[in-house]
């Protein structure tokens, strides 16, 4: 099956790169119901459409989120898949638009298309060990697929989440990570880039937590989401754990435009991030990683 | 001296280290503890011993003005603690520090890297295990450098 075939059949809300229901170019209406802030700098916005529908999507899928007036952005879907009735996004202001929607106040109007692109690789963790391993906003990408693997606890092995953050300050849903590794059984293991006296955490990067997992390489399945570079050497560190790479999976990231898999903006070389991801498995991508051009 | 050297040749620094390395390594070292936040090593000092630690956790802190002492890294059970005994002009390079009750056996640096001189096989494994630790830290000092959590 090609990569494309692949995602298209994988994506449960609807064909990959179009989503079900109405027209994929429209953006529906929504208002937002809650913000709150989850780290130093990160929002996470609670959102209600208008007129309601499934709010159904795969752990790994990302919206097009329309600041009227300003413009529209991909953001992952942050939320608990199982939770039909309210869209969840976590939020990092770095430009125009994103920090326009991480600035909406309860009552605001927000724009929405999707859900889009490919999922976590649920199934294919089931009976083994899952390993996720995640850096600094690539926590909210990655906090469905948490949710949907406590959901159905039994039918994983050991579960593992390896978190790195900049800071203490920078840790992304600080409470519930600590309430994952007190109440479920799932191991958490934190680390962040530095930090004054007074943090009694782990510091070093994310990637000395690797040897720390208690999984069974062979039988791990291990997702991955962060910055590129973290990314990379998150990879290099699986891999020498005896993980191997086609059981590594990485959530990638490009501009996009219409998500649909029709503009090109987010190719890299063969691949379309809207449409075969943004969640591919390793193997498949590794020729695109590192190269500056792309 | 059995019970040191069984430790040393379970450590993962030593995994797979000759018996005869083994002995010699042996030879200079010895079982120590440190209570929360007592200092195993201090910036700037002669570097005379190195740490295998095998309960416990340390920090590494350099100290910053303004900012006091800053953690760049903690280490664990299975780790090594200092690599300046190797390396001239044998300073310690920054501050480590215990964070709970730390168990580790303490390696005299000057014992060690006399038998190194005089037998460079040995001096060549030492060399080639400490050089790894060196290039996993440098790679981790980008990463931190690169900041990239924060674009
Ligand atoms: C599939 C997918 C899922 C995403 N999920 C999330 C999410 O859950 N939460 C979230 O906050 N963001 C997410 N992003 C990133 C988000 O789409 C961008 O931050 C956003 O497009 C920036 O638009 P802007 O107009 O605010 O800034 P721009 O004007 O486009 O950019 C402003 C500055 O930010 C830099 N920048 C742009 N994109 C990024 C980025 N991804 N990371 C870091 N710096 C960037 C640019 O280089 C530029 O310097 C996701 C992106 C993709 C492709
Ligand atoms: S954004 Fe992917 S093809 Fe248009």
């Not at chain 1, 083994?128 to 990655?142: E, F, I, K, R």
């Not at chain 1, 050497?233 to 998500?259: D, F, Q, W």
């Amino acid at each position: 099956m090609s990569m494309a075939a692949e995602g298209a059949a994988s994506a449960a809300a609807g064909v990959a790169g179009k989503p079900a229901g109405p027209d994929p170019w429209l953006p529906r209406l929504g208002r937002i119901v809650s913000r709150r802030r989850d780290s130093r700098d990160a929002w996470t916005l609670e959102i209600r459409e208008q007129i309601p529908q499934s709010a159904s999507f795969r752990p790994g899928q990302f919206n097009m989120l329309t600041a009227f007036g300003i413009g529209e952005v991909p953001i992952s879907l942050s939320g608990d898949p199982a939770a039909m009735d309210r869209l969840i996004h976590t939020i990092r202001p770095v430009g125009p638009v994103s920090t326009a929607l991480a600035q909406m106040r309860p009552g605001a109007a927000i724009g929405l298309r999707g859900p889009f692109g490919s999922g976590w690789p649920l199934r294919q963790a089931v009976g083994g060990d899952v390993l996720v391993v995640a850096g600094g906003l690539g926590l909210a990408p990655l906090r469905p697929v948490l949710y949907a693997l406590l959901a159905g606890r039994e039918r994983y092995g050991r579960i593992t989440l390896l978190y790195g953050s900049r800071s203490p300050d920078d840790v992304l849903f600080h409470r519930e990570i600590v309430s994952w590794s007190r109440r479920q059984r799932i191991e958490v293991h934190v680390t962040v880039d530095h930090a004054a006296s007074g943090w009694d955490g782990h510091v070093g990067v994310v990637t000395t937590l690797v040897p720390r997992a208690q999984c069974e390489p062979q039988r791990t399945v291990a997702l991955v989401c962060g910055p590129e570079v973290m990314m990379r050497l998150t990879v290099a560190a699986l891999h020498a754990h005896g993980i191997p790479h086609e059981a590594i999976y990485l959530s990638m990231e490009r501009n996009m435009k219409c998500a649909l898999g029709l503009c090109g903006r987010c190719q890299l070389q063969s691949v379309l991030v809207c449409r075969d991801g943004p969640v591919f498995r390793y193997d498949r991508v590794r020729g695109l990683f590192a190269h500056k051009e792309l | 001296m059995e019970g040191l050297e069984g430790i040393i040749r379970e450590h993962p620094f030593f995994a797979g280290l000759d018996e005869r390395f083994i002995a010699l390594v042996s030879g200079c070292a010895k079982n120590v503890r440190f209570e929360a936040k007592q200092y195993l090593i201090r910036h700037d000092e002669p570097a005379n011993e190195f740490y295998l630690v095998r309960h416990g956790r340390v920090a590494l802190e350099i100290a910053a003005p303004g900012h006091g002492a800053l953690t760049f890294q903690t280490l664990g059970a299975g780790d090594i603690v200092g690599v300046s005994w190797l390396i001239s002009p044998y300073r310690s390079q920054y501050d480590a520090q215990a964070l709970e009750l730390t168990r580790a056996i303490a390696i005299d640096g000057g014992c060690l890297r006399t038998k190194c001189e005089s037998d460079h096989d040995l001096g060549y494994e030492m060399m080639k295990r400490v050089v790894a630790i060196l290039v996993q830290r440098l790679h981790a000092t980008r990463l931190q450098i690169l900041d990239v959590y924060g674009r």
